[in-house]
């Protein structure tokens, strides 16, 4: 059984417990995982064929044996839609702030499952990240708890293979363990050097700006990313749109500020499936398949929410 869990915090905590849960509760005798990304939606009706698969914190898939997650654009198709059935391997809930909670809720219930004693803290952090819930921007960029450590770190990960090592460490090992980690630790260490180098340049990389939106292309391999940096050096704006280079292509990033919500009810993480991606309300994103129409699409989604308070 193979998990695929979106690459970040939340989708990796969720692959360590689900993993974790199959396991114990005697469901599956062999659990590997592997990321995913926004990258795969583009041919997602084919992916993992003949493979015997679980999908979490990712995009619902008719043909997974497990799936969970929480994302309200997760249904592709209004076929998949239609064809969901909440079961005993299927669990969905749009209004949780991340997957862990729904995953130990279900294994909990469903399967009777004994959780390791350092899952409700790795599910805690998850909500608190995945819905950037931080006390504030500050804290979002420099906090130094463990959680926040290993998030950070996940931005300089040397490669792919780096998050399925980091999954099998919150699987066994408490957050301290994991942000202690010597490679865990050298990759957070380089996300602070990256962190100076990213608050520098940003603002000279606007593209496009309004009242309350701006527009950075961030494609430069000289410049580093912080999710956070838009909100932290101008406050006073709603919303941002990232352009972002990863090992996959070109990713856009749009999110509405933490810390200074617009009032508008405008839904980015259903926008974003016009472009083959998703989100919630608050944030979405997706993968462009090349550099012009990721230039093309992010001025596009700039135009429609240049003037929302």
């Given amino acids: 059984m193979r998990i695929y869990y979106h690459r970040d915090f939340d989708g990796m905590a969720s692959a360590a417990i689900l993993a974790d ?26 992916f993992a064929m003949g493979q015997f ?5 990712f995009h619902y898939h008719p043909r997974a044996k497990y799936w969970f997650d929480h994302h309200p654009t997760t249904f592709l198709t209004p076929d998949d839609e239609a064809s969901y059935t909440e079961n005993q391997t299927h669990s969905f ?10 995953i130990l809720k279900h294994a909990i219930e469903k399967w009777g499952y004994e959780p390791r004693a350092h899952y409700e803290d790795l599910a805690k952090w998850s909500d608190i990240i995945d819905s950037a819930s931080f006390g504030s921007a500050d804290q979002s960029l420099f906090g130094k708890e463990a959680a926040i450590r290993i998030s950070r770190a996940l931005t300089c990960a040397p490669d792919l ?24 630790e050298k990759c957070y260490q380089r996300s602070c050097r990256n962190r100076e180098n990213a608050l520098e340049n940003f603002t000279k990389n606007i593209q496009l700006r309004s009242a309350t939106a701006l527009m950075a292309d961030l494609r430069s391999k000289k410049i580093r990313r912080e999710r956070f940096a838009p909100f932290y050096l101008h406050p006073e704006i709603h919303y941002a749109i990232t352009l972002l280079p990863t090992r996959a ?37 997706c993968n462009p398949p090349d550099e012009q129409t990721a230039v093309m699409w992010a001025h ?10």
């Avoid at 396991?23 to 062999?30: A, H, I, R």
């Avoid at 500020?257 to 994103?285: A, C, L, Q, T």
Wanted: one cysteine or more; proline letters at 5%; glycine letters at 10%.
């Fill in 21 to 46: 849960a199959l396991e114990s509760c005697g469901l599956e005798k062999e659990v590997n995982w592997a990321g995913v990304n926004f990258d795969k939606t583009l041919n997602w009706e084919g």
């Fill in 53 to 57: 698969f679980a999908v979490v914190d």
């Fill in 93 to 102: 809930d749009p209004t949780a702030k991340s997957c862990p909670p729904i």
């Fill in 161 to 184: 293979s780096f998050h399925d090592k980091v999954v099998k460490m919150m699987r066994n090992k408490a957050m301290l363990q994991v942000a202690n980690d010597p490679t865990v």
């Fill in 249 to 285: 292509g070109v990713h856009i990033t749009v999110a509405s500020n933490p810390w200074n919500r617009p009032k508008s009810d405008f839904h980015i993480g259903e926008m974003m499936k016009e472009y083959s991606g998703g989100g919630h309300i608050g944030v979405g994103g």
């Fill in 300 to 309: 596009e989604i700039f135009n429609k929410i240049e003037n929302l308070h």
